[in-house]
Each structure stands twice: as C-alpha cells, then as structure tokens.
C-alpha cells in the first residue's frame, strides 16, 4: 500500500502538483439502539476509501474513492488535476501550504479493551441495563433511548512533504436520552459519554449514578418554570462555560474564517478582546477527552494553541493553508470528516482558563441574576460575532442565595463585548461537553469546558415578562 | 446502470432471506457530486465526489440488523445481507414490528432527473461562482463573498422481501452565497441561494446580488427593548417554524411519548389562518417522488388543515404498529442511514394580504428575515436568537437588530399567526409565505 499511495503523490508532482496529499481510511463500526426497553436495532457499517487533495498553480482540486485499487487512485488523481485546472486561472487568493518537516509516524489504538472482543450479545445486555436504570426511576419517565457505538479503524496520511502516518483509532460511546411527563408538561434530559478508546469507556460508567443522574435531570425540569426574558448577570457552569468557548471564540479563532474576513477575530492580534480574568486555549493532547489526536489529518503533530491569554487576542487554529496565508508555523488543527472531505480548521478540546473564586463565593456575591446549567446546543456567526448558547436549565439568584428553577433559556451576545463583562471565574476546571460540530457539512468530535464563571448584563430569552427588568 | 443496481439490490435480499430474515429489504446507491467553492471572493476549491453504497435491513423477530457497505457488488451484497442477519438475531425482539410493505402503483413524477443537468461540469460552476462574484461587488465594491455552486445527481435502487422493486435517478444542482459588508467596525451579513432538479428552474443570475444588497441592509443593526410584540417570519424562517412543527408530527416521536404533539391528532395546533399540505408528486419538486424510502406510494394531503393536525407521519413500522396504512413518510438519507420519518415538499397556502400589509398594520413589532425558530421537538419550547431582522416602527421595516431573542412555545407561536400573507418565495414544491404572529415575547438590550 505505502508503495501505491507514494507512487501517486509522486506522479501528481510530477503531473504539474506543487502539493498533494492523500489520506486512506479503512473501518468498522457497531452500534446498538435501545428504546423503551427493547434493544431492537443493531446496525454495523463498514467504511474504506480514500481522499486524494492536489494543489496546481494555487487552485485546489479534489477527489475521493471508496474503493481502494491502484485503478481507483489513479482515476482519483486524473479527477482531483480536473478540477485544480478548472479552476486556476479564475484564483484571485492562490493556494499555498506552509512547508513542514516530513514526519514518519505509528499509532496504535489507545483502547485497553478492543469492542470487538466483546460479544455482541454483552454489548447489547450493556446498554440495555443502562437505559433501564433510567427507564425504572420514576413513573413520569415516559420514554428512555440509549445508544451504543463503536468504531475502530485505521487512517493513513501521506503528503509530497514525506509525511507518511499510519494511525490506528478506537472509539466507544454510550448516549441517553431520557423524557419526563407531568400532566401538559414534556421535560427531556440527555448526556453522553464518548471519547477515542476501547470498551473500557463503557465499562466504567455506572448506570447507577450516570443513567439516575439523567434521568433525575428531566425529573427535576418538570417543576422548573419557564424562564424571564431580559437583561440579567449570570453565572454559568463548566458545561456552559465549554459551550460559550467553543461558539463565541473558538469558531472566530479558526483562521480560514479569520483569513477569509469571516470572523470579528480578524486583525485583532494582541488586542485586549475580554476581561483580563479570562485565558482560553485548544488542546488536542489533553488525555482522554473527546477531541484529543496524537496528529492532525495533515500530519502535523498536535499541540496546545492559545487563543486568549489574560483577555489578550495572542493565536489562531491553523492548517497548513493558513498559515502559509498568515506567515506563521501550522499548529495541528486540519481534520476531516472522512476520506470523502477535505481537512478543513477544527477546534479540539477548547476550554476557559480557571480563575481564583469558587461558586460559592461567586453566588454569594451575587445580588440578582441567573445560575445557568447544563450547555443544550449553541451557534455562532463568526462575521458578526453574534453567537446563542442554549441551556438545559437556570435558577433565580437572589441576594446571594439559589431560588426558583427554570427551563427554557438561551442567551445570546456578541463575542467582542460579552466576555469583557466577566467578572469571576472559578479556580475548577471540568471538560464535559463531549459532542461533535459540524462546520462546513462536516461533522467532528470536539470537547469543550471551562469553571463556572459570572458574566454581567447579558441577555437572555425566556418566555416571561414578570422579573426580566433589573 | 439502474438495472444492475436493483439486481445487486435485490441479490441482497435474496441473501438475506436465505440467512433467515422473516423480512428484509435492500437499498443501492450511486450517486456523483462536482462542487466549486468559493472563499474570501476567489475560487478555491473544486472536487467531485462519486459516491458507492448499500444497506440491508432483516428482520428476525421483529428485531432489526441493518448493515453498511461502500460498494455496489453481488457479492458485497451477499455479505451484507449475511451480516444484518446476525445483527437481527443479536437484536431483542421486538412484538409492535408487523411486517414490511406491500409493493403499489404509482404514477411516476416527471423530471426529477435533467441529462443537462448531470452533464455540467466544474467549469460551468465555476462561471456561476463568479458571476456571483461580480453581482455582489456591483452592490459593493468591497463585499467578501463565500459559498459556491454545485450538482449532484444518481440513481438508487430499492428492492424487498415483500416483492417491492422500484428505482430512480434524480439530480439537482445549485448555488449559494453568503456575504459580509465591513464598515469601520459594523458588520453586515446575509446569504441567497436556488436549488432545483431541472436546469429551466434554477436562477443562476442575482443571487449574489441579493445577498448583497440584504448584507447592506443589516447594517447599523441595534438592539429594541425587550416587549411582547407581533412577529412577521419571513419565507425563510417560516420554512424553519412549519420544517419543525411538521418533524414534530413524525409518529415514532408521537408513539414513544417524545414530541410535544403527542396526543393531538385531530387538534387544533395552529390558528385556523394556517393550512400546510404536502404535495409529494409536483414534477420536478426540489422532495418530490412517487415512493418513500420503504416504497409505499406517495399522495398528496393536508397535514395542517384550517389550524387541525389531521394526520401523524408514518412509515411501515408505525403505520402497521398502530394499525394504520402507512402514510409514504419513510424516508432515507442515504445508503448509509436507517429508515427515518420525513416529510416531502410543505406548501403553505397563502391568505389575503400582501407580506407588506401585513407589516404595514403594526405599530410596534419584528420582521424575521432568518432564524432558526425550532420548538424542541420534546417539549415544544424554544428560546432563540432572532438572526436576521428589522424591528417594525409604524407600519414599515426600520433599523435590523442585534442580539434579539425570543421565548415562546411551538403551540403559542402556531396558534397566535393571525395572518398569512398572499405573496411568497417558490421553490420546485414549496411555497413559502409569510406569517404574522402576535404578540410573542422577546428579550434585548434595548
């Protein structure tokens, strides 16, 4: 194969490249969905391909293949050199790649426990017995949904620098999703726990406490009230926190938004953007969390990228492209879907910096406002810098103190000026916001977190008049 | 080509029944997709992506396997077929499953494929790319322009244990723009775009001039103070609000107790102002097809009749599970997706008044250009940002706004529309107007 895949990178060089790349997946994957206490559905997918990238006098051409033969990659490269010459001669921002040291590289798997050594059979008892602890918790839960996945594969990267990466990857997930009624009333709880690594992931969970804990969260929704919409301080908690990191800054700090004028970011190098309280960085070699990798899919090795240091604009996520544009070192931050996308810049594990306070201490000092919990979903328009945060629930602070529990709240603001309104953050860090984001039409597993920390004057829709003015 | 995808499809079903599935069906894909993308004002990007695929479903009883492979061969059919066995045995039973459907006539829907179409290449994409270019810089000189242009087009197959047999090939192409006018430290933004099947409907000029000109609009946006006040959505975040309620009436979500229309069939959801059919079967529409994706014939129907929920959405498994004749609502999103519940092309039918009437009778109020206005499909609630849009002073549109959002309930929002307006956006199957909301809560700065 490795003989193959450098025998085409040398020929598109020599069919007029000044780069290509070429990535080669081959997998498989498992998943099982429990609903209601029946574990009805298991499915299995088989996925291999590969991705072949050309770049010809700045224009990029590009073309996959699910079948892997000497035939195909050949077919690929004629298609991907098609399309680079339709384009060039209408670039008016030619391409460019940084120059990098060619790396040579294995990676193994970092599962402990391959899932596919596990019966089938166990793996369905599994998750059964999680999404029953949830479904057995109360009378008022009326739906329970669980699922499980695994998937392991091998990915190899090469490139015309040398760079030839072989990567083996495992990883397992467990989701739940649990629906609380009273009367009129329909409360929904979700969590998941997902990560590269074997079937350890799944054995360490406890139905007991994590699938309880779930289900409790939509139990508890169904007394909450609807939130008051208007301007109020809030104090919002990792998960949250993790949510405001990954919309408000992270997708603004990605350099093809930054370099494309698509990001409020852009120009802003060294400029106080935040509260000096606040510090926030990508990291992809954080152990254990759902957007850690050893390299990025254009081999470049991962690393820890500063974005905001003591409230100062100091970095951007890069590919190679980008930091060609931008006259600075690629930094790891390329990854793609599948062999059928194109690496594009993603964030990885993007959290807040802790502080010095606790919640208590923050609470306490806090007269009115909202405590917000538990991140739903968020967006952002990097342009505007408009982004929205949608939370599972909030409680009314009062003099200090914890009151009345809400459902129903997002708030909302622009990234240059909200987060120069915080005022304290807490000394804890937790990463808990393991899911995917989808940008370009693709989707990739990121991790997001931060402490709990207090924001003044933001704005946030509820469906109550009564409270909203303070 | 169509042929031997539904001999492939139907090898796996033959394999699937050898293996022991009570019930099985199989679903073959082929499909291509050139693309040009545009960044920062210039071409960047074009690839061609061909795509290969099949799916088995089996059932054994009543519990499904379903298997993956990207490749369209008798003998990766075989293996697959073999594989979603063992997963359906691995499977728990499951007693509500009755059975698949059984084949039916339909008539075919016209010109779902265009030969022109499907033989565009990455040049003629790049031609729309920069006339949208122009178009966009002709309202701005320095409008930064990304977005791109593309077609795709294939051909599927779909063949099953209970004797169905059908194909298909579709295409359709598009473009769209998304623009951003600076100004000092101002931002204005907004996107346009046109999909369609057949080269004839799709509208390759101004889209990039449309965007523009609304990019120019959204500047000098400002926040309004926080009120209940009238919404008017226009047709494209009404398309977000009927999309959701729609999705919501899907009866897996319905039969499992998880969406908040559970319950309400017959009811009246929605003001009686609103009617939303479907009418799958319009030549050419951007979702039409005479079959869903289990191959039940479709026909068109009323899903919103006079502000009443008249019918749940099915496929084979909740039709049978209730004891109802499925409904044409199975849908797939690929070789690579388990049968889903969808929806095909929404015609909203209009009222009396011009979208600028209805603007024009509000003293104080919100015209949505954009949003995402999703009830949670749970609860039923939604607290959003209003993403595009002008506050309404004294009858017409005035300042965009800013960080502006909205708290409210799928049932509130649907039951206070007062008004639909007599013009609306068209799009192959869709029509799309706009709608006057009443007296909906908001939250700002202002």
Same mark, same amino acid.
């Given at each position: 194969?490795?003989?193959?895949?450098?025998?085409?990178?040398?020929?598109?060089?020599?069919?007029?490249?000044?780069?290509?790349?070429?990535?080669?997946?081959?997998?498989?994957?498992?998943?099982?969905?429990?609903?209601?206490?029946?574990?009805?559905?298991?499915?299995?997918?088989?996925?291999?391909?590969?991705?072949?990238?050309?770049?010809?006098?700045?224009?990029?051409?590009?073309?996959?293949?699910?079948?892997?033969?000497?035939?195909?990659?050949?077919?690929?490269?004629?298609?991907?050199?098609?399309?680079?010459?339709?384009?060039?001669?209408?670039?008016?921002?030619?391409?460019?790649?940084?120059?990098?040291?060619?790396?040579?590289?294995?990676?193994?798997?970092?599962?402990?426990?391959?899932?596919?050594?596990?019966?089938?059979?166990?793996?369905?008892?599994?998750?059964?017995?999680?999404?029953?602890?949830?479904?057995?918790?109360?009378?008022?839960?009326?739906?329970?949904?669980?699922?499980?996945?695994?998937?392991?594969?091998?990915?190899?990267?090469?490139?015309?620098?040398?760079?030839?990466?072989?990567?083996?990857?495992?990883?397992?997930?467990?989701?739940?999703?649990?629906?609380?009624?009273?009367?009129?009333?329909?409360?929904?709880?979700?969590?998941?726990?997902?990560?590269?690594?074997?079937?350890?992931?799944?054995?360490?969970?406890?139905?007991?406490?994590?699938?309880?804990?779930?289900?409790?969260?939509?139990?508890?929704?169904?007394?909450?009230?609807?939130?008051?919409?208007?301007?109020?301080?809030?104090?919002?908690?990792?998960?949250?926190?993790?949510?405001?990191?990954?919309?408000?800054?992270?997708?603004?700090?990605?350099?093809?938004?930054?370099?494309?004028?698509?990001?409020?970011?852009?120009?802003?190098?060294?400029?106080?953007?935040?509260?000096?309280?606040?510090?926030?960085?990508?990291?992809?070699?954080?152990?254990?969390?759902?957007?850690?990798?050893?390299?990025?899919?254009?081999?470049?090795?991962?690393?820890?990228?500063?974005?905001?240091?003591?409230?100062?604009?100091?970095?951007?996520?890069?590919?190679?492209?980008?930091?060609?544009?931008?006259?600075?070192?690629?930094?790891?931050?390329?990854?793609?879907?599948?062999?059928?996308?194109?690496?594009?810049?993603?964030?990885?594990?993007?959290?807040?910096?802790?502080?010095?306070?606790?919640?208590?201490?923050?609470?306490?000092?806090?007269?009115?406002?909202?405590?917000?919990?538990?991140?739903?979903?968020?967006?952002?328009?990097?342009?505007?810098?408009?982004?929205?945060?949608?939370?599972?629930?909030?409680?009314?602070?009062?003099?200090?103190?914890?009151?009345?529990?809400?459902?129903?709240?997002?708030?909302?603001?622009?990234?240059?000026?909200?987060?120069?309104?915080?005022?304290?953050?807490?000394?804890?860090?937790?990463?808990?916001?393991?899911?995917?984001?989808?940008?370009?039409?693709?989707?990739?597993?990121?991790?997001?977190?931060?402490?709990?920390?207090?924001?003044?004057?933001?704005?946030?829709?509820?469906?109550?008049?009564?409270?909203?003015?303070? | 080509?169509?042929?031997?995808?539904?001999?492939?499809?139907?090898?796996?079903?033959?394999?699937?029944?050898?293996?022991?599935?009570?019930?099985?069906?199989?679903?073959?894909?082929?499909?291509? +997709?050139?693309?040009?993308?545009?960044?920062?004002?210039?071409?960047?990007?074009?690839?061609?992506?061909?795509?290969?695929?099949?799916?088995?479903?089996?059932?054994?009883?009543?519990?499904?396997?379903?298997?993956?492979?990207?490749?369209?061969?008798?003998?990766?059919?075989?293996?697959?077929?073999?594989?979603?066995?063992?997963?359906?045995?691995?499977?728990?039973?499951?007693?509500?499953?009755?059975?698949?459907?059984?084949?039916?006539?339909?008539?075919?829907?016209?010109?779902?494929?265009?030969?022109?179409?499907?033989?565009?290449?990455?040049?003629?994409?790049?031609?729309?790319?920069?006339?949208?270019?122009? +178009?966009?810089?002709?309202?701005?000189?320095?409008?930064?322009?990304?977005?791109?242009?593309?077609?795709?087009?294939?051909?599927?197959?779909?063949?099953?244990?209970?004797?169905?047999?059908?194909?298909?090939?579709?295409?359709?192409?598009?473009?769209?723009?998304?623009?951003?006018?600076?100004?000092?430290?101002?931002?204005?933004?907004?996107?346009?775009?046109?999909?369609?099947?057949?080269?004839?409907?799709?509208?390759?000029?101004?889209?990039?001039?449309?965007?523009?000109?609304?990019?120019?609009?959204?500047?000098?946006?400002?926040?309004?103070?926080?009120?209940?006040?009238?919404?008017?959505?226009?047709?494209?975040?009404?398309?977000?609000?009927?999309?959701?309620?729609?999705?919501?009436?899907?009866?897996?979500?319905?039969?499992?107790?998880?969406?908040?229309?559970?319950?309400?069939?017959?009811?009246?959801?929605?003001?009686?102002?609103?009617?939303?059919?479907?009418?799958?079967?319009?030549?050419?529409?951007?979702?039409?097809?005479?079959?869903?994706? +289990?191959?039940?014939?479709?026909?068109?129907?009323?899903?919103?009749?006079?502000?009443?929920?008249?019918?749940?959405?099915?496929?084979?498994?909740?039709?049978?599970?209730?004891?109802?004749?499925?409904?044409?609502?199975?849908?797939?999103?690929?070789?690579?997706?388990?049968?889903?519940?969808?929806?095909?092309?929404?015609?909203?039918?209009?009222?009396?008044?011009?979208?600028?009437?209805?603007?024009?009778?509000?003293?104080?109020?919100?015209?949505?250009?954009?949003?995402?206005?999703?009830?949670?499909?749970?609860?039923? +609630?939604?607290?959003?940002?209003?993403?595009?849009?002008?506050?309404?002073?004294?009858?017409?549109?005035?300042?965009?706004?800013?960080?502006?959002?909205?708290?409210?309930?799928?049932?509130?929002?649907?039951?206070?529309?007062?008004?639909?307006?007599?013009?609306?956006?068209?799009?192959?199957?869709?029509?799309?107007?706009?709608?006057?909301?009443?007296?909906?809560?908001?939250?700002?700065?202002?």
């Amino acid at each position: 194969m490795r003989e193959l895949i450098e025998d085409i990178l040398s020929d598109a060089k020599r069919r007029g490249a000044s780069f290509a790349d070429l990535r080669v997946t081959d997998g498989e994957g498992t998943s099982i969905a429990v609903e209601d206490g029946q574990a009805d559905k298991v499915s299995s997918a088989s996925r291999s391909g590969a991705g072949l990238r050309v770049l010809v006098d700045g224009a990029w051409g590009f073309a996959p293949t699910n079948t892997v033969t000497a035939a195909e990659l050949r077919r690929c490269l004629d298609d991907a050199l098609s399309m680079a010459k339709a384009a060039s001669g209408h670039i008016t921002e030619p391409g460019v790649v940084a120059e990098v040291e060619p790396v040579e590289a294995t990676i193994e798997s970092e599962a402990e426990i391959d899932p596919r050594e596990i019966p089938l059979a166990d793996r369905v008892q599994r998750i059964f017995e999680i999404e029953q602890v949830a479904r057995e918790r109360d009378d008022r839960i009326v739906n329970t949904r669980a699922n499980y996945a695994d998937g392991v594969g091998r990915l190899i990267i090469a490139n015309t620098f040398g760079t030839f990466i072989e990567q083996e990857a495992t990883r397992c997930s467990a989701r739940l999703s649990t629906t609380a009624q009273s009367g009129e009333i329909r409360q929904a709880a979700n969590e998941s726990e997902a990560r590269p690594g074997g079937y350890e992931i799944i054995d360490a969970i406890d139905p007991g406490e994590w699938a309880a804990d779930v289900a409790d969260r939509a139990l508890a929704l169904l007394d909450a009230v609807p939130a008051p919409a208007g301007t109020f301080d809030i104090i919002i908690d990792p998960r949250v926190c993790g949510l405001l990191a990954h919309e408000a800054f992270g997708h603004n700090a990605e350099a093809d938004a930054v370099w494309a004028g698509e990001s409020i970011l852009a120009g802003r190098e060294g400029e106080q953007v935040c509260s000096e309280l606040v510090t926030i960085a990508d990291d992809p070699t954080l152990e254990g969390l759902n957007g850690s990798f050893r390299y990025d899919h254009e081999g470049v090795p991962a690393q820890r990228h500063d974005i905001i240091r003591d409230g100062v604009l100091v970095g951007y996520l890069h590919s190679l492209e980008t930091a060609a544009r931008m006259g600075v070192e690629p930094n790891g931050c390329a990854r793609a879907q599948d062999h059928q996308n194109e690496p594009i810049v993603r964030m990885s594990n993007t959290f807040i910096d802790g502080g010095d306070t606790t919640l208590e201490e923050i609470i306490a000092d806090t007269e009115e406002g909202l405590l917000m919990k538990g991140g739903y979903w968020g967006y952002v328009f990097t342009a505007r810098g408009q982004f929205t945060c949608n939370v599972e629930n909030a409680w009314e602070i009062k003099d200090g103190k914890v009151g009345q529990h809400f459902r129903n709240a997002s708030f909302a603001g622009l990234t240059l000026g909200m987060l120069s309104r915080v005022d304290a953050v807490g000394s804890e860090v937790k990463f808990d916001l393991g899911g995917t984001c989808g940008k370009g039409g693709q989707g990739m597993p990121v991790d997001a977190g931060g402490p709990f920390l207090r924001i003044r004057d933001v704005v946030v829709g509820g469906q109550q008049q009564t409270g909203s003015e303070q | 080509m169509m042929g031997e995808l539904l001999d492939i499809a139907q090898a796996a079903v033959e394999a699937a029944q050898k293996s022991g599935a009570d019930f099985c069906d199989a679903y073959c894909s082929d499909s291509t +997709e050139v693309s040009v993308e545009v960044e920062k004002s210039s071409i960047n990007y074009c690839s061609t992506v061909r795509d290969q695929g099949l799916s088995v479903r089996a059932y054994v009883n009543g519990g499904q396997g379903f298997a993956t492979v990207q490749q369209l061969t008798t003998e990766g059919a075989r293996e697959a077929a073999q594989r979603a066995v063992e997963l359906a045995r691995a499977a728990h039973p499951d007693p509500d499953f009755v059975r698949l459907p059984d084949p039916a006539e339909a008539e075919p829907v016209p010109e779902l494929f265009d030969e022109e179409m499907a033989g565009l290449d990455a040049g003629a994409f790049v031609d729309w790319c920069l006339r949208g270019i122009d +178009e966009a810089r002709s309202v701005a000189e320095d409008a930064i322009v990304q977005g791109g242009a593309g077609a795709g087009w294939g051909e599927s197959a779909l063949a099953s244990s209970t004797g169905i047999a059908v194909s298909k090939r579709a295409s359709s192409a598009g473009l769209s723009f998304f623009v951003i006018i600076a100004r000092d430290d101002d931002v204005g933004t907004f996107f346009e775009q046109d999909m369609a099947r057949r080269m004839q409907d799709l509208e390759i000029d101004r889209i990039g001039e449309k965007a523009a000109l609304e990019a120019l609009r959204q500047l000098g946006s400002r926040p309004v103070p926080t009120a209940r006040v009238p919404l008017v959505l226009g047709p494209l975040a009404t398309m977000s609000l009927t999309g959701s309620v729609i999705s919501a009436a899907e009866a897996d979500g319905v039969q499992r107790n998880r969406s908040w229309l559970a319950g309400r069939e017959g009811d009246r959801i929605a003001s009686e102002v609103l009617t939303v059919r479907e009418e799958p079967l319009v030549p050419a529409g951007l979702r039409s097809s005479e079959y869903d994706g +289990e191959g039940v014939a479709r026909e068109p129907r009323a899903l919103i009749d006079e502000g009443v929920l008249t019918t749940y959405l099915h496929n084979s498994y909740t039709a049978f599970k209730e004891g109802v004749g499925p409904t044409g609502h199975a849908s797939r999103g690929g070789y690579s997706s388990t049968v889903g519940i969808s929806p095909s092309n929404l015609q909203i039918q209009p009222g009396e008044k011009t979208e600028a009437e209805l603007i024009s009778e509000i003293d104080e109020g919100i015209y949505v250009a954009y949003a995402g206005i999703s009830p949670n499909s749970v609860t039923g +609630e939604v607290s959003t940002t209003l993403d595009f849009g002008f506050r309404i002073e004294d009858g017409e549109c005035a300042a965009p706004i800013s960080t502006t959002l909205i708290g409210s309930t799928g049932e509130e929002l649907l039951l206070n529309i007062d008004a639909v307006s007599s013009d609306y956006r068209e799009e192959p199957g869709l029509i799309l107007p706009s709608l006057r909301i009443s007296d909906i809560q908001i939250a700002s700065e202002g």
